[in-house]
């Protein structure tokens, strides 16, 4: 499975930025799909997570009704819509794919990442 993220960048508090990880490798529908983020001095976190064929999701619950996560099982592509960014929010945003089980989804149970990038907010 091989993950490439896109879509960050700088943006002003309150504004939006959307992610998308492209996908690809014959057995991603037998993983989850998490987006985690990584700020400055912080341990890795998962922000939000989907599975390819039913499109259950889990969020943080410091982004629950700000961000959501949905998938193109067409493309194999998921996204990460973020609105209403703080600048808490700033990070390296890494796509990765693990679990199954996207409610248990930890780092630890992560098997392929992305590369990370880049959200900036801006106060």
């Known amino acids: 499975v091989q993950l490439q993220a896109f879509g960050g960048g700088l943006v002003q508090a309150g504004g939006s930025l959307r992610l998308s990880c492209a996908a690809s490798?014959?057995?991603?529908?037998?993983?989850?799909m998490g987006w985690f983020r990584q700020a400055p001095g912080k341990e890795r976190e998962v922000v939000a997570a989907?599975?390819?064929?039913?499109?259950?999701?889990r969020y943080a619950d410091s982004v629950t009704g700000r961000f959501t996560i949905s998938r193109d099982n067409a493309k194999n592509t998921v996204y990460l819509q973020m609105n209403s960014l703080k600048p808490e929010d700033t990070a390296v945003y890494y796509c990765?794919?693990?679990?199954?089980?996207?409610?248990?989804?930890?780092?630890?149970?992560?098997?392929?990442w992305g590369q990370g990038t880049l959200v900036t907010v801006s106060s």
């Open positions: 990765a794919a693990g679990t199954n089980k996207v409610a248990t989804m930890t780092p630890q149970r992560v098997n392929y």
């Open positions: 989907i599975t390819w064929i039913i499109g259950s999701t």
């Open positions: 490798g014959r057995t991603l529908s037998s993983y989850g």
